[in-house]
């Protein structure tokens, strides 16, 4: 299994990115999908989250300013990101978990199986 982010880059506060993650190895239908970011000095924290039903968890510091989607013929997840702030600056990491198992956690990255090796995202003010 193989999870590829891609998309981060260097943006001014206010703008906007799309970050994808493409999976390889696993059926993305099946699985819960999440976000995560570290910034500099800082602990993972959780970002997003889609199950494979679609429904679609935030962190409160979101505050509607991203939306997280999938398409699962492409076997790929995004998360759009608007309204940048510096404090998004971080490390972006998706990941995933198998739906079939019990005990999902959405914000608790212990829940997930697999992670990619995420894409930088820096936000100048």
């Known amino acids: 299994v193989q999870l590829q982010a891609s998309g981060g880059g260097s943006v001014q506060a206010g703008g906007s990115l799309r970050l994808s993650c493409a999976a390889s190895?696993?059926?993305?239908?099946?699985?819960?999908m999440g976000w995560f970011r570290q910034a500099p000095g800082k602990e993972r924290e959780f970002v997003a989250a889609i199950r494979s039903g679609g429904r679609t968890d935030f962190a409160d510091f979101v505050q509607g300013r991203f939306t997280i989607s999938r398409d699962n013929a492409k076997n790929t997840m995004y998360l759009q990101m608007n309204s940048l702030k510096p404090e998004d600056t971080a490390v972006y990491y998706c990941?995933?978990?198998?739906?079939?198992?019990?005990?999902?956690?959405?914000?608790?990255?212990?829940?997930?199986?697999?992670w990619g090796r995420g894409t930088l995202v820096t936000v100048s003010s």
């Open positions: 990941t995933s978990r198998n739906s079939l198992r019990v005990g999902y956690v959405y914000s608790n990255g212990e829940s997930y199986d697999y």
């Open positions: 190895g696993l059926i993305l239908s099946r699985y819960h």
